[in-house]
């Protein structure tokens, strides 16, 4: 049975992890903004790590807010830089391929329509979702200047 997974595996193509490696993606997460944009969407001990700076005994600076307020510190451009390297976004990039080709998750949820199960018809069904926002922002008269164009 093992055989036959490999060969199912193979014929799916690769994993989003094998797509999205840390170099593949480095120069992306550089991109001006792109901090901003995924800051929301980052594991939460990306997003709150206590850097030592502003914290006296009375807890002042940002860090203090943060805790009194029990909201996350923003994450840092070298945050952003180091998560693609992380145990935890490689495990979750093999579960949502999983979940991708073995049709576990409704993709239409994100807005998705694709024409398979393998992970080139998850990423071209992404590109088309992208073409068709850019083009509504052209039509609209919009500058499409946002952290994702290149």
Do not use: N
Request: charged share 20%; no cysteine.
């Amino acid at each position: 049975m093992y055989a036959s997974q490999q060969q199912q595996a193979a014929a799916a193509g690769p994993s989003l992890a094998e797509v999205l490696t840390p170099e593949a993606v480095a120069d992306f997460v550089k991109l001006p903004g792109m901090l901003e944009a995924l800051q929301e969407h980052m594991p939460e001990e990306q997003r709150s790590q206590v850097r030592g700076r502003g914290m006296g005994r009375s807890g002042s600076g940002w860090e203090g807010w943060a805790r009194t307020h029990r909201r996350p510190l923003p994450a840092t451009q070298a945050d952003l830089e180091a998560l693609p390297r992380t145990a935890q976004f490689l495990q979750q990039l093999q579960g949502f391929s999983a979940a991708i080709r073995s049709g576990r998750i409704d993709l239409a949820q994100f807005g998705l329509d694709p024409k398979g199960l393998t992970t080139a018809d998850f990423l071209e069904a992404v590109q088309a979702l992208v073409d068709g926002e850019e083009q509504a922002q052209a039509e609209q008269g919009g500058d499409g200047a946002g952290p994702m164009d290149s």
